[in-house]
């Protein structure tokens, strides 16, 4: 890349309006027009900045250095003269002179080699938390660097509070320099919680008076207040009291609330214990067994309480359960032999005979396999008609689904056999 001083003016004559830059080519084109194309400003001066003694220097360390004009304090710098546009990291103040002014007949290649070496990363410094400072001393061939963490790079990324200092050593010559960074912002920090809640959301969250500034929400608000409804990832973006950028995120989900027990105060007969699917609830803590389960075990009569779902939704649910025993708790299912549907009241209705059972489907057919009578009823029996009419005498197939209590649940059972109506 070529760096050149140009001077454009607005009329033949020096104006008010004239400008000088400092601008960069690319000669890998072939073509002058191509050349010119490449064309990027990387600096401009007035012409109140003379720098018509100033030049343009490749010293050993491969920067450019720039003097802006007679009377600088500072040496300008290309870091990266073989970079593009402004990736070649030109800076303006790079070198500090200390106060030496140098006269019209000074010449750059001087004042780099008469110029005695030295450091300086300017005063003590503040930074927010969110910011970093690259320490950057001027590095020439032959440098030995030792920084306070025995780092020997080129620079020194500061990130935290302390003192930082480094020690150049080359040959007989020895130069150093020491800075003190302070970090702030991180004891302001502010963070909003990942929270969950029931069936539903209204959150407003807030920040305290003059605790922040320059309020941006997800929700779209630009107070110090926002309202969130919607479950997911929300963010702000805000300033501290120190003027430092903060950022959080936090998260917001909601849980359904279970409903109470599906069963209500119940008796059940008694075996050596009983098991109740008593909530569709994931989470059942019952109390009587200090542990979660879906199916709890009960050994005996008495009030029991659970907790339904998890923390923050849950709900606090009482059982009472008694375990009897005797007849009624027997389980049974018989089936007649015989009925005579001749509306004497006696025997009239074909039905089984059951307890802690029920009927899932029952079927009649007749001798030619036809069906005369079908019913899921749990206490509809036949009455001994197809289609409004009497059946005739004579033995009837009988097919019946049914469940049948067995130990802790129902149990499915089937029944094939026959009856004999008469009349």
Not at 88 to 99: F, P, R
Not at 136 to 162: C, F, H
Request: with cysteine; net charge negative; charged share 20%.
């Amino acid at each position: 890349f070529l760096y050149v001083r140009e001077l454009k003016s607005n009329n033949n004559s020096a104006s008010i309006d004239d400008s000088i830059f400092l601008v960069q080519y690319d000669l890998m084109p072939n073509e002058p027009k191509k050349i010119e194309d490449t064309r990027v400003i990387i600096d401009k001066f007035s012409l109140d900045d003379d720098i018509s003694n100033g030049s343009l220097e490749l010293a050993p360390d491969g920067k450019i250095y720039f003097l802006r004009n007679d009377g600088a304090e500072y040496i300008s710098t290309i870091d990266n003269p073989d970079m593009p546009a402004l990736k070649c990291d030109y800076q303006i103040n790079s070198v500090y002179l200390k106060g030496r002014l140098l006269n019209d007949d000074s010449h750059l290649p001087i004042v780099i080699t008469e110029l005695p070496r030295y450091v300086d990363f300017g005063s003590d410094t503040v930074l927010c938390y969110t910011d970093s400072l690259v320490l950057r001393p001027i590095v020439i061939p032959n440098d030995e660097i030792k920084w306070s963490d025995n780092s020997s790079a080129d620079t020194l990324l500061v990130r935290s509070s302390g003192e930082y200092y480094v020690t150049i050593t080359n040959g007989s010559e020895v130069v150093s320099d020491t800075i003190f960074v302070e970090i702030i912002g991180k004891e302001n920090l502010i963070h909003f919680s990942d929270s969950t809640f029931c069936d539903s959301i209204h959150l407003t969250l807030s920040f305290a008076a003059s605790a922040a500034q320059d309020y941006k929400w997800s929700s779209g608000s630009s107070s110090a207040d926002a309202i969130f409804n919607d479950e997911g990832v929300h963010w702000v973006q805000f300033k501290d009291t120190h003027g430092c950028l903060q950022n959080d995120t936090f998260s917001l989900s909601i849980k359904t609330t279970p409903t109470q027990l599906r069963i209500s105060d119940t008796a059940v007969c008694e075996l050596d214990s009983v098991i109740i699917q008593a909530s569709p609830a994931k989470y059942q803590y019952w109390y009587h067994l200090n542990r979660y389960s879906e199916k709890p075990i009960f050994y005996s009569s008495g009030l029991y309480g659970v907790l339904l779902g998890k923390e923050p939704c849950q709900v606090h649910d009482t059982l009472r359960l008694e375990l009897i025993t005797g007849d009624s708790c027997l389980s049974f299912f018989e089936v007649p032999s015989a009925f005579s549907p001749n509306n004497d009241n006696l025997n009239d209705v074909f039905y089984p005979v059951f307890q802690n059972a029920e009927i899932s489907n029952m079927q009649i057919f007749n001798r030619w396999g036809e069906c005369v009578f079908e019913s899921d009823s749990k206490i509809l029996g036949w009455d001994g008609k197809f289609k409004n009419s009497n059946c005739p005498v004579g033995i009837y197939l009988v097919r019946i689904e049914y469940l049948q209590k067995e130990e802790y649940s129902m149990k499915p059972r089937y029944y094939l056999g026959s009856v004999l109506l008469t009349r």
